[in-house]
């Protein structure tokens, strides 16, 4: 019996495990030697992109300039934009063309079916700060909210056959002076006397009004209100493409498709440093692939989300068979994250072959949720992450993420199934770090053929059922159980 004790505990000093529930003990040392998934695995990886089809188009052209647009970077180009829009949307679709050159937008892009806007490589177009003229309001959400707000900066509702191509570059041209202090945060311009999102008129009484389930057309906020918009956002639309283009210095989230089903963004670059900047949101979207791009933002690369607190189980519309491959993620809070606007449920994610690595990413893999948001979560897969330099934990699960107070915050979130294989980490605080409650853990978690080195601190483990760690290494250390 003696013998026995000793090796368990060498084989955790090993682990480097610290704050483990002694309830762990037994599934981590039974040591199983097959793993079973309740979901779609790897092998239903293909079946999956079989239906994630990019829309075609009628080869027609119609380009801005036709319509009256200026290359010369002053004059309002959005009416010759709206323009093109129309006459290529009623002669049965094709590409608006914006060619080479600079463009000045007073105002967003709003999208009909069967409408590709084109922009040729060489193209530049900035758009207004001015937030009165992303009036009037329009059925939007913010942070997993519906609400009537400011339009997106680029804005599709209810349409379908739609893209955004081209080797152009779209500039919202937000810094510290415009949009971003609207966070209430001194060290994005914010000063007293400045409108602010928290201020108790604006989120606070958004979030009161879902909580009491006002219709979403009376909640009308846009002017005074100072929550910002986000930058490419197609709503409750079908069939999308979002390729090649680049987008630069956006208000909030820059790319947004929401309750849309059958979206392809590919070979997308974001570079963006504000509060809130996430490179690409799907929400509670179905069959979303994401590949090629580079993220380097001010926040989460990629954050995966189904809407938020009561308002998210009022839609109750999940994120689904989502794909991120051979994508770069650089600077921001995670490479590939879940939550923390995830009420409406999540399932079925796939990464694989990512590049993460940066001294300002803080993590690689994040899962975040709490006790107002709930939710379920099932089902994520991640496998041959090269990860290099993150300065928090390259695995990092939690489910007590952010403010839990409420009298609405009784919904337990439940996490299921995650699947990580061949992740290799250059240098990091942690390796792994995962928190789920204690009346509720987080289970069926699954590490297997991963190198963590440079590891500052040991791996936190708490209230967790059924953990497997096979064939992995921490700082040289075989962790293989």
């Known amino acids: 019996m003696k013998k026995k004790d000793i090796s368990r505990k060498e084989a955790l000093k090993r682990m480097g495990f610290m704050a483990l529930s002694p309830s762990l003990l037994p ?32 080869d027609k052209d119609f380009s801005i300039i036709d319509f009256g647009a200026k290359a010369d970077g002053k004059t309002d180009s959005l009416p010759a934009m709206k323009k093109a829009i129309a006459k290529c949307h009623q002669e049965g679709g ?7 050159g600079n463009y000045f937008f007073k105002g967003p892009i709003h999208y009909e079916s069967n409408v590709n806007v084109h922009l040729e490589k060489g193209s530049y177009i900035k758009f207004s700060t001015d937030s009165d003229d992303y009036l009037p309001v329009v059925y939007t959400r913010f942070e997993g909210i519906e609400l009537m707000n400011f339009s997106p900066i680029v804005y599709a509702f209810e349409k379908e056959n739609i893209a955004l191509t081209g080797k152009g570059t779209l500039d ?77 210095n956006t208000p909030f989230w820059i790319l947004h498709p929401t309750l849309s089903k059958n979206v392809t963004v590919d070979s997308v670059t974001t570079i963006s440093y504000g509060p809130n900047n996430d490179g690409c949101d799907p929400e509670s979207c179905t069959d979303v692939w994401i590949k090629n791009c580079f993220f380097s933002n001010g926040d989460d690369c990629i954050a995966i989300k189904s809407g938020k607190n009561q308002d998210g189980r009022r839609v109750g519309v999940p994120s689904k068979n989502i794909i991120v491959e051979d994508c770069h993620m650089k600077d921001g809070h995670a490479g590939v994250a879940v939550g923390s606007e995830m009420s ?26 709490n006790a107002c948001r709930g939710g379920s ?29 409420g009298k609405n915050c009784h919904f337990l979130p439940t996490l299921s199934g995650v699947y990580v294989d061949n992740v290799d980490s250059k240098h990091s605080q942690h390796a792994i770090f995962i928190v789920g409650r204690e009346n509720k ?41």
């Not at 399932?347 to 899962?367: D, G, K, T, V, Y």
């Open 27 to 58: 599934a981590i040392m039974k040591n199983p030697t097959v793993v079973h998934s309740n979901g779609p695995g790897w092998a239903d990886l293909t079946s999956i992109k079989k239906n994630i089809v990019p829309p075609t188009f009628p």
């Open 94 to 100: 094709g590409r608006v063309v914006v060619p080479a």
């Open 344 to 369: 409406g449920g999540i399932e079925n994610i796939f990464a694989q072959n990512c590049i993460m690595s940066s001294p300002h990413l803080e993590r690689a893999i994040r899962i975040k949720s």
């Open 377 to 405: 979560m099932k089902n994520f897969h991640y496998r041959n992450l090269n990860v290099g330099q993150v300065h928090g934990a390259v695995i990092r699960i939690n489910m007590h993420y952010g403010n839990e107070k």
């Open 172 to 248: 919202g041209q937000a810094d510290n002076q415009h949009w971003w202090n609207w966070t209430g945060s001194r060290r994005f311009g914010w000063k007293p006397g400045m409108p602010a999102q928290h201020a108790k008129d604006n989120e606070p009484a958004l979030i009161k009004m879902a909580a009491k389930g006002v219709p979403v057309r009376k909640r009308v906020f846009g002017k005074g209100h100072a929550m910002r918009p986000t930058f490419v956002e197609f709503y409750r639309s079908k069939n999308i493409l979002i390729k090649d283009v680049t987008i630069k």
């Open 441 to 481: 853990p987080v289970r069926d978690i699954f590490i297997k053929n991963c190198t963590f080195k440079n590891v500052e601190s040991k791996n936190i483990i708490k209230y967790v059922k059924d953990i497997q760690i096979r064939n992995s290494i921490m700082n040289g250390n075989n962790i293989h159980i």
